[in-house]
């Protein structure tokens, strides 16, 4: 079966930091471009960041560019979100998403690829 499972999500104060986890079962990670999503109570989901399949390149949203780093261990088949410096603005269900589509242009199209995969969601809350 396959399956994205997120993990790390929790309480944090603003301006501390938190790193989530999306673990892989069943498939590869390697060969899929992966996103973070978030979606905050009453509002839409958007898209956070992205590793591409190919060479892990990152991509962010604006809102996270300079808090956020995505990264991919393959050898745990888990793909990261550090997010640091969080604000209260911050607080949402936190996703993550496969896409085993082959992609050659991401740069801002990266939120509308074909995800197909897609983990339950981890909490995180932003509160002193």
């Known amino acids: 079966q396959l399956q994205l499972v997120e993990s790390g999500g929790g309480l944090v104060q603003p301006g501390g930091s938190l790193k989530l986890s999306c673990a892989a079962s069943?498939?590869?990670?390697?060969?899929?471009?992966i996103g973070w999503f978030r979606q905050a109570p009453g509002k839409e989901r958007e898209g956070v960041s992205c590793?591409?399949?190919?060479?892990?390149?990152?991509y962010y949203a604006d809102s996270v560019k300079g808090r956020f780093t995505i990264s991919r261990d393959n050898a745990k088949n888990t793909v990261y979100l550090q997010r640091n410096s969080l604000k209260p603005e911050d607080p949402a269900v936190y996703y993550c998403?496969?896409?085993?589509?082959?992609?050659?242009?991401?740069?801002?199209?990266?939120?509308?690829?074909?995800?197909?995969?897609w983990g339950h969601g981890t909490q995180v809350t932003v509160s002193s």
């Open positions: 998403a496969a896409n085993p589509q082959v992609e050659t242009v991401y740069g801002s199209r990266w939120p509308l690829f074909p995800y197909a995969y």
């Open positions: 590793v591409s399949s190919s060479d892990g390149s990152t």
């Open positions: 069943g498939f590869t990670l390697d060969y899929y471009s």
